[in-house]
């Protein structure tokens, strides 16, 4: 059987062997960054709810972990289409997935934007990670980059994910994401050194776009300026590490299990694009499948009007998952 809320699990960059779980079922998001894999964020809002039931969200994973016996994985990992503490079941999944993988630290994929919250704060602490984002400290590059909801503001969400720090005893992995001619600037790097230096995060993860974004706008920051951002932030970090993530391969141990049908690898490949571009070879990696059913596949869903190739960069058409 397929899955609509559990993807992967992917061999992540920055978490290893990783077993996704989407929070949001559709692109509800709190920004609509320029560099979003999703695409363009479909309801931008502040605004806190089910968006989909704990108790669905948890089913599923009981149900992945019972067909998948004996699967190496290094984090369960929260995060997805959107912002995952815009659910408010966010407690009970976090605590739900530790019950059934407690042998397995859960993750939580950020945009740091409800920190603000100390209820929310208190929800989040029970995870064993954290992974906040934060691209500039400067409004108008803040604005630029993640095109946030109104009343978002880069210091109330430094401020949160500092509060957030103050008392959480888990690690903590900032990531800053930079896009050329947007949020590279020198100014921004000096307020992020003051910042981490502040944080003192377990690492920073400074990136760049590796896959096509939401918007045009977007495009990869110059190699030599990620360096330097990496350098200076390692020096506020002393000790601690700033790198640069390991490319990342999508092949996971334990992805290929029982033999699919095609209208199950079908929805595999819907599923897993939805959440990031990949590749017909990313798909081949991921899936573990044959090179031939994944590109008959991906030829019938091209076919259907269901997905799009970009770039070699394969992704859904809207009407096929959001609308
Ligand atoms: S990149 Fe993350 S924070 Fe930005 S729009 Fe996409 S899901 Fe939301």
Redesign the pocket.
């Known amino acids: 059987m397929t899955y609509r809320y559990v993807f992967g699990p992917v061999r992540s960059s920055r978490l290893g062997v990783s077993l996704g779980l989407d929070l949001l079922g559709r692109?509800v998001?709190?920004?609509?960054?320029l560099?979003?894999?999703?695409g363009p964020?479909r309801e931008l809002t502040r605004t806190r709810a089910p968006y989909v039931p704990a108790a669905e969200l948890l089913a599923e994973l009981a149900r992945w972990k019972d067909e998948h016996a004996g699967a190496h994985l290094d984090y369960v990992t929260l995060?997805?289409?959107?912002?995952p503490c815009l659910n408010t079941g966010l407690a009970e999944v976090i605590a739900g997935a530790k019950r059934l993988f407690p042998d397995t630290p859960v993750a939580v994929?950020t945009?740091a934007?409800l920190l603000a919250d100390a209820s929310v704060r208190a929800e989040l602490a029970q995870a064993d990670a954290v992974l906040p984002?934060l691209d500039s400290l400067l409004p108008e590059e803040f604005a630029r980059v993640?095109?946030p909801a109104p009343g978002l503001t880069p210091e109330a969400v430094a401020e949160g994910i500092l509060a957030f720090a103050r008392t959480y005893p888990g690690k903590i992995f900032l990531e800053v994401l930079l896009l050329s001619g947007v949020n590279d600037s020198e100014e921004n790097l000096s307020r992020l050194t003051a910042f981490v230096a502040r944080l003192r995060p377990a690492r920073v993860d400074v990136t760049t776009m590796t896959r096509p974004g939401?918007y045009p706008a977007a495009k990869a920051a110059d190699p030599a300026i990620l360096a330097r951002f990496r350098e200076a932030l390692g020096a506020a970090l002393a000790s601690r590490a700033v790198r640069e993530p390991a490319p990342e391969a999508t092949a996971a141990p334990g992805a290929a299990t029982a033999p699919l049908t095609p209208e199950e690898i079908r929805e595999i490949v819907l599923n897993s694009i939805a959440r990031r571009p990949q590749t017909a070879a990313d798909l081949r990696a991921a899936l573990a499948r044959p090179p031939e059913e994944v590109a008959k596949a991906l030829a019938e869903l091209e076919a259907d009007g269901r997905i799009v190739a970009v770039d070699g960069f394969y992704r859904p058409l809207r009407r096929a998952r959001n609308d």
């Open positions: 692109a998001c709190s920004m609509d960054c560099y979003c894999e999703v964020t995060g997805g289409m959107g912002e994929l945009n934007t984002s993640n095109r939401a």
